[in-house]
């Protein structure tokens, strides 16, 4: 049960059982947006194990009154997540010509040649080091997940199959020497040892090296109401701030920011070793008074999300059910965890959502978790000619609405939900 008082702070989640903020390590934390509870988001059932219970864990996430950072508590460990993972960086393009842009600014940012060392934490397919490798640059990869590293492997990546802790950054300097880049993308929501984590990259970072950590902003995911980018895997969800106070407890100082469009609005945080970082850069002042004006320094600033967040269930749940009042056939595209946020928060199931399509083989022919929706490959929706297709991964939207221009032909529609019902 969770004990809520009438300012919203949540101290505990049963009788003794304190929530502890992992930054600062205070209970006296709020509520900020609660989605009730779902099965984890990358789980994809297969044939056999529909038949079976699905486990589903509360999604809460809070906010600490003290540090300000948002967090879920860790209801499933990193292993149970990672170790097997559904998840592969290179099926898409865009996101690979993103690394590729990466690579090549981080060479020009960092000095890096021939002669440097990179190490990428989270390192998935292969995705970004490939095109290290392609400059001549050593690197290593650190992945946890045994199916998607042995994928980076036959790209020609090395990869050391490993989570990263302080022990594990000592024991990559030990063996392969200090690096010169440490970079993470998409990962700094993913750990919930913080400090460790921030502890690691500096264990590996040459003390005259950087560190680049690219991860949502929380800023976008309040303005654009993102809500669906919230599911076990992200055990907390930054502001500059936040995330300037996380690599500090490291013995890392920020130093400048870049704000991206990835995921829906990201940030890319340069950070160094404390004794060669110098001032910030006026990028990273005007980015944190962005934060200030929109509430996000103080823990009152963080209300009103939850209500934002119901509206949209409300609308595309009417859609839905308008469309198969009128005999239209739905279909969704994409199968990603976001999707797998919105679909349980929403109840949507396939009376309402016949199926969804994947470009991951990975996930072909098995059912999504908790609505139990089939996934096919994307040739599907050809065949099919529905009249609405629902776009799940809505951060692609660029790159989807080209690939699915063929829908056009029939008078079907593109239906994005999120920040607010739209239909192309």
Same mark, same amino acid.
């Given at each position: 049960?969770?004990?809520?008082?009438?300012?919203?702070?949540?101290?505990?989640?049963?009788?003794?059982?304190?929530?502890?903020?992992?930054?600062?390590?205070?209970?006296?934390? *709020?509520?900020?947006?609660?989605? !009730?509870?779902?099965?984890?988001?990358?789980?994809?059932?297969?044939?056999?194990?529909?038949?079976?219970?699905?486990?589903?864990?509360?999604?809460?996430?809070?906010?600490?009154?003290?540090?300000?950072?948002?967090?879920?508590?860790?209801? #499933?460990?990193?292993?149970?997540?990672?170790? @097997?993972?559904?998840? %592969?960086?290179?099926?898409?393009?865009?996101?690979?010509?993103?690394?590729?842009?990466?690579?090549?600014?981080?060479?020009?940012?960092?000095?890096?040649?021939?002669?440097?060392?990179?190490?990428?934490?989270?390192?998935?397919?292969?995705?970004?080091?490939?095109?290290?490798?392609?400059?001549? #640059?050593?690197?290593?990869?650190?992945?946890?997940?045994?199916?998607?590293? @042995?994928?980076?492997?036959?790209?020609?990546?090395?990869?050391?199959?490993?989570?990263?802790?302080?022990?594990?950054?000592?024991?990559?300097?030990?063996?392969?020497?200090?690096?010169?880049?440490?970079?993470?993308?998409?990962?700094?929501?993913?750990?919930?040892?913080?400090?460790? %984590?921030?502890?690691?990259? *500096?264990?590996?970072?040459?003390?005259?090296?950087?560190?680049?950590? @690219?991860?949502?902003?929380? +800023?976008?995911?309040?303005?654009?109401?993102?809500?669906?980018?919230?599911?076990?895997?992200? %055990?907390?969800?930054?502001?500059?701030?936040?995330?300037?106070?996380?690599?500090?407890?490291?013995?890392?100082?920020?130093?400048?920011?870049?704000?991206?469009?990835?995921?829906?609005?990201?940030?890319?945080?340069?950070?160094?070793?404390?004794?060669?970082? !110098?001032?910030?850069?006026?990028?990273?002042?005007?980015?944190?008074?962005?934060?200030?004006?929109?509430?996000?320094?103080?823990?009152?600033?963080?209300?009103?999300?939850?209500?934002?967040?119901?509206?949209?269930?409300?609308?595309?749940?009417?859609? +839905?059910?308008?469309?198969?009042?009128?005999?239209? *056939?739905?279909?969704?595209?994409?199968?990603?965890?976001?999707?797998?946020?919105?679909?349980?928060?929403?109840?949507?199931?396939?009376?309402?959502? @016949?199926?969804?399509?994947?470009?991951?083989?990975?996930?072909?022919?098995?059912?999504?978790?908790?609505?139990?929706?089939?996934?096919?490959?994307?040739?599907?929706?050809?065949?099919?000619?529905?009249?609405?297709?629902?776009?799940?991964?809505?951060?692609?939207?660029?790159?989807?609405?080209?690939?699915?221009?063929?829908?056009?032909?029939?008078?079907?529609?593109?239906?994005?939900?999120?920040?607010?019902?739209?239909?192309?």
């Amino acid at each position: 049960m969770l004990n809520t008082d009438a300012s919203g702070t949540t101290s505990s989640i049963g009788p003794g059982t304190a929530l502890t903020c992992r930054l600062c390590g205070t209970t006296d934390l *709020r509520s900020f947006c609660d989605l !009730g509870a779902t099965p984890p988001c990358e789980l994809f059932l297969t044939e056999q194990t529909a038949q079976q219970p699905e486990q589903t864990f509360p999604l809460h996430v809070r906010v600490c009154n003290s540090c300000l950072l948002a967090q879920l508590p860790p209801e #499933i460990s990193p292993e149970e997540t990672f170790e @097997e993972y559904a998840y %592969f960086s290179s099926f898409s393009s865009s996101w690979v010509d993103h690394a590729r842009r990466f690579v090549d600014s981080a060479q020009e940012r960092a000095g890096l040649d021939t002669g440097s060392f990179v190490v990428e934490v989270a390192s998935n397919d292969g995705y970004l080091l490939q095109h290290v490798v392609a400059k001549g #640059i050593r690197c290593l990869g650190v992945e946890p997940s045994v199916n998607v590293g @042995e994928a980076a492997r036959e790209k020609g990546v090395p990869t050391l199959t490993a989570f990263l802790t302080p022990e594990t950054g000592a024991r990559v300097r030990a063996e392969h020497g200090p690096a010169d880049l440490v970079c993470g993308n998409n990962v700094f929501a993913h750990i919930p040892d913080v400090v460790g %984590f921030a502890q690691g990259l *500096r264990a590996m970072v040459a003390d005259d090296g950087w560190v680049s950590i @690219e991860v949502q902003h929380l +800023l976008t995911l309040v303005e654009r109401k993102q809500f669906d980018t919230i599911y076990h895997e992200h %055990f907390q969800y930054y502001t500059l701030l936040t995330g300037q106070r996380a690599l500090a407890a490291g013995g890392l100082t920020l130093v400048d920011v870049e704000l991206l469009d990835t995921h829906g609005g990201s940030i890319r945080m340069w950070a160094r070793p404390a004794d060669v970082a !110098g001032e910030p850069s006026a990028k990273v002042r005007e980015v944190l008074a962005a934060e200030a004006a929109a509430g996000l320094h103080t823990p009152e600033g963080h209300d009103g999300f939850a209500e934002a967040v119901s509206t949209i269930r409300d609308d595309l749940v009417s859609f +839905l059910i308008d469309a198969r009042r009128q005999g239209k *056939r739905v279909v969704g595209y994409g199968a990603p965890g976001k999707g797998n946020t919105l679909l349980n928060y929403c109840g949507i199931r396939p009376d309402l959502l @016949e199926y969804t399509v994947d470009r991951n083989p990975y996930k072909h022919g098995r059912l999504t978790p908790g609505t139990r929706i089939p996934i096919f490959a994307p040739e599907r929706i050809a065949q099919d000619r529905p009249d609405h297709v629902l776009i799940l991964p809505w951060n692609l939207r660029t790159e989807l609405t080209e690939q699915l221009s063929y829908v056009r032909e029939w008078g079907g529609t593109l239906v994005f939900p999120i920040p607010s019902l739209e239909v192309v």
